[in-house]
């Protein structure tokens, strides 16, 4: 009895077409976030370069949602299952080098982690440092907040929603998210 599977396997996705895909879209991102930390808020540059890093972003998570849809002819769900399997690891290293530098893990989804250090506000050049390295990823500090508020599930009130969240970070400026 012989098993096969579309597209070559884990292998093959990890050696194809896919990660070249990604990485394109990815580092082409990643430009564009650090150009927006250099221009004016008020800019019609800085909107249109917030427009490409949210459309990039969209992009990646389409590409990510087809390696694993059944209506993908070229979907490969091993592809799928990989790349879950490596972001867990990736987020379970970051909870332990947080956890482990002194700081308290507050939220952890698959692009952004918060944290609080009681002892100090103002320096998380250490852990970005740490992430970096260790995780081989790109790791930034989008914002110092002065609080922050995990808006509760409708539906269930102890229950806190994925990316619903608002704050005043210590410049005063307001992010919301959600």
């Given amino acids: 009895?012989?098993?096969?599977?579309?597209?070559?396997?884990?292998?093959a996705a990890n050696k194809g077409l896919l990660p070249t895909v990604v990485e394109r879209y990815l580092k082409r991102r990643i430009y564009f976030k650090k150009l927006l930390k250099e221009l004016p808020l008020d800019s019609t540059e800085y909107v249109w370069c917030e427009q490409r890093v949210n459309s990039l972003k969209n992009i990646l998570v389409c590409l990510y949602g087809s390696t694993g849809s059944i209506w993908n002819r070229y979907g490969n769900v091993l592809a799928f299952e990989e790349i879950n399997r490596l972001s867990r690891e990736v987020l379970i290293k970051t909870k332990d080098?947080?956890?482990?530098?002194?700081y308290d893990l507050i939220y952890?989804?698959?692009?952004?982690?918060?944290?609080?250090?009681?002892?100090?506000?103002t320096d998380y050049d250490e852990v970005v440092?740490?992430?970096?390295?260790?995780?081989?990823?790109?790791i930034s500090v989008d914002y110092h907040y002065k609080f922050l508020v995990l808006l509760p599930l409708e539906a269930?009130?102890?229950i806190e929603v994925l990316k619903h969240y608002f704050g005043i970070t210590f410049d005063g400026e307001l992010v919301v998210r959600g």
Avoid at 129 to 138: A, R, W
């Fill in 1 to 11: 009895m012989s098993y096969e599977t579309v597209g070559g396997g884990v292998e």
């Fill in 156 to 158: 269930d009130e102890k």
């Fill in 97 to 102: 080098i947080v956890q482990s530098l002194g």
């Fill in 129 to 138: 440092d740490t992430l970096s390295k260790e995780t081989g990823l790109s």
């Fill in 108 to 121: 952890a989804d698959t692009d952004s982690v918060f944290i609080r250090r009681t002892d100090s506000a």
